[in-house]
């Protein structure tokens, strides 16, 4: 089976299976086996009458199989695009989203007005946020928590990637292992979080089953852990905080932010939908 034949063939599976849209279906297909053939989607279309190696289709047949039966094609691929960049990702994470991008452009002008140097995040995960805003703003230190031990290895695996000698990330991004910011005894300028804020019983889409279950559910409501970071931040006299948010949840949450002295400031996601917030401690 040469390059063409096996695109057709992947075309074909994912639309049997009721697929939508023929762009997405070739799309995922041409990502498929340049994972595969560890080629890129360019070097596909030059060579498609190339012929396949009987272990790159055996790779090629089993993400096609994998990704029939609903498992994300950032974990199949172990790659995700964010910012612009491709990180690192496995099941021991969860899959970064378009939506986050819009916190790092809200975050990164306050950072350079004020001069910010210290920084901490609550959920470091794949160490999308910590590593993009470590790239952006080149004077400020990170310390980044996350309560699970395998989400710290994927971010330092992101971070040993993307670190040179002009951004020294490995140098200005700290990660710790442990719940908030327990143990942490700095002081933060900016915290800033996107924690799981799903309420427990409410439906998932098959795909995102396949995430881990403690980046995904914030609590009864959904909104607990987001509350507990506002307390924490006002506890340690931190003057930024920034989080994304369930669509449903800027009411209690304004209330929350304003009860503990925040003003804050809420933004919408590119579907129109409440996704996050950026306040600044007031009293």
């Given at each position: 089976?040469?390059?063409?034949?096996?695109?057709?063939?992947?075309?074909?599976?994912?639309?049997?299976?009721?697929?939508?849209?023929?762009?997405?279906?070739?799309?995922?297909?041409?990502?498929?086996?340049?994972?595969?053939?560890?080629?890129?989607?360019?070097?596909?279309?030059?060579?498609?009458?190339?012929?396949?190696?009987?272990?790159?289709?055996?790779?090629?047949?089993?993400?096609?199989?994998?990704?029939?039966?609903?498992?994300?094609?950032?974990?199949i691929t172990q790659s995700a695009n964010f910012y612009g960049h491709?990180?690192?990702?496995?099941?021991?994470?969860?899959?970064?989203?378009?939506?986050?991008?819009?916190?790092?452009?809200?975050?990164?002008?306050?950072?350079?007005?004020?001069?910010?140097?210290?920084?901490?995040?609550?959920?470091?995960?794949?160490?999308?946020?910590?590593?993009?805003?470590?790239?952006?703003?080149?004077?400020?230190?990170?310390?980044?928590?996350?309560?699970?031990?395998?989400?710290?290895?994927?971010?330092?695996?992101?971070?040993?990637?993307?670190?040179?000698?002009?951004?020294?990330?490995?140098?200005?991004?700290?990660?710790?292992?442990?719940?908030?910011?327990?143990?942490?005894?700095?002081?933060?300028?900016?915290?800033?979080?996107?924690?799981?804020?799903?309420?427990?019983?409410?439906?998932?889409?098959?795909?995102?089953?396949?995430?881990?279950?403690?980046?995904?559910?914030?609590?009864?409501?959904?909104?607990?852990?987001?509350?507990?970071?506002?307390?924490?931040?006002?506890?340690?006299?931190?003057?930024?905080?920034?989080?994304?948010?369930?669509?449903?949840?800027?009411?209690?949450?304004?209330?929350?932010?304003?009860?503990?002295?925040?003003?804050?400031?809420?933004?919408?996601?590119?579907?129109?939908?409440?996704?996050?917030?950026?306040?600044?401690?007031?009293?």
């Amino acid at each position: 089976m040469n390059v063409f034949e096996a695109l057709s063939y992947a075309k074909r599976e994912f639309l049997n299976k009721g697929c939508d849209g023929s762009t997405r279906v070739g799309l995922e297909s041409e990502l498929l086996l340049s994972f595969a053939m560890d080629c890129t989607r360019e070097w596909l279309h030059t060579w498609g009458d190339r012929e396949i190696e009987a272990c790159e289709l055996d790779i090629f047949m089993d993400c096609i199989s994998r990704r029939n039966s609903g498992e994300p094609i950032e974990y199949i691929t172990q790659s995700a695009n964010f910012y612009g960049h491709s990180f690192y990702v496995d099941k021991r994470v969860l899959i970064p989203r378009p939506e986050t991008e819009i916190l790092i452009e809200k975050v990164t002008p306050l950072i350079i007005e004020h001069r910010v140097r210290n920084i901490a995040e609550i959920g470091v995960g794949s160490g999308i946020i910590s590593i993009v805003l470590g790239m952006l703003c080149s004077d400020v230190d990170i310390v980044a928590t996350d309560i699970s031990p395998l989400a710290i290895e994927v971010a330092q695996t992101n971070i040993d990637f993307f670190t040179n000698r002009t951004n020294r990330l490995e140098e200005r991004i700290k990660l710790v292992n442990t719940s908030f910011l327990d143990g942490i005894e700095e002081d933060f300028e900016f915290l800033v979080s996107n924690p799981p804020y799903i309420a427990k019983d409410y439906p998932l889409e098959k795909n995102v089953l396949y995430e881990p279950e403690n980046a995904l559910f914030g609590g009864i409501v959904g909104d607990e852990l987001l509350k507990s970071i506002i307390k924490l931040s006002r506890e340690r006299k931190i003057r930024f905080l920034a989080c994304e948010m369930g669509y449903n949840q800027k009411n209690s949450l304004h209330s929350c932010l304003r009860d503990h002295g925040y003003e804050p400031i809420f933004y919408k996601d590119l579907s129109g939908f409440d996704r996050g917030f950026i306040a600044e401690l007031k009293s």
